[in-house]
């Protein structure tokens, strides 16, 4: 990817206002840490497959139903909301991906 | 901005065992109607929303946070708290789910801090679901809520 600017990050649940909201905090705070410039924005289902963005940080519910149709790049299934572990390892490893793009 | 203590109120309800999913998410949405917080149509609606999109509210290990759109009947933010001791399935791979935390609000900002301590306290999840499962009382679930929230913050300070 071109250097310099932010990594496109959706973070995306059915409504967009509960589930997303909470993953954009925690995915903040993990590439905060991380020392990676990001743009993180949420979107519900129905917008987040249509996005062109780096990555997809969702439900592994619904990435299932995202995969084949999203526009982004990498698509990041949470299957635990607590645990920070899980998050921060796939999230930064489609991070890595998409930068040596 | 209200945290998940004062979100809660009293709003706490322990049950054996449920039926469904359907009826989890119904008995929770009561506590909120109870109180004024939502309208019918909002327990409606969050049961749709699981329906169409799938079991993605039951974010982790025996924990739900069903809720639907501000529009759909929230008139102010709130919580409840379903305790169901033997769990019910909401055929997802984080079944069986013993804690129901149903929301509503208004607006995108008012449950914000709300889901900063749920991220903080999930991080602990299981210690959580075993400690509020186990609670012998709603007051003993509140106690516990506030010594966890207490030091989360003084370890965050």
């Keep these: 990817m071109e250097k310099n600017r932010p990594l496109r990050v959706v973070t995306a649940c059915g409504l967009g206002t509960g589930t997303a909201l909470y993953l954009k905090m925690v995915v903040e705070d993990i590439l905060k840490k991380a020392g990676i410039y990001a743009d993180v924005i949420t979107a519900d289902s129905s917008i987040a497959p249509t996005l062109e963005t780096d990555i997809i940080v969702t439900a592994l519910d619904l990435a299932e139903d995202f995969k084949g149709r999203a526009k982004a790049k990498e698509i990041v299934a949470v299957e635990n909301y607590g645990n920070r572990k899980e998050i921060s390892e796939k999230l930064l490893e489609a991070a890595r991906r998409i930068r040596e793009e | ?157």
Excluded: C
């Excluded at chain 2, 959580?128 to 186990?134: C, G, P």
């Excluded at chain 2, 966890?148 to 300070?157: F, G, R």
């Design chain 2, 1 to 157: 901005m209200l945290d998940i203590l004062e979100a809660l109120d009293s709003r706490i309800r322990i049950e054996k065992s449920l039926s469904s999913w359907e009826e989890a998410i119904k008995i929770s949405g009561l506590l909120l109607k109870e109180d004024n917080i939502i309208t019918q149509q909002y327990i409606e609606k969050m049961i749709n929303v699981a329906k169409q999109l799938g079991p993605y509210v039951v974010i982790a290990p025996g924990i739900a946070i069903p809720h639907a759109r501000p529009e759909d009947g929230a008139k102010k933010f709130g919580l409840s708290l379903l305790v169901i001791k033997d769990g019910v399935s909401f055929n997802s791979h984080n079944d069986p789910v013993f804690l129901v935390l149903s929301f509503a609000t208004p607006d995108s900002q008012s449950h914000l801090k709300f889901l900063q301590q749920l991220a903080t306290i999930l991080q602990n999840s299981t210690e959580l679901v075993e400690k509020i499962r186990n609670a012998s009382s709603t007051d003993d679930i509140i106690n516990y809520l506030k010594n966890l929230l207490s030091a989360e913050e003084e370890a965050s300070a």
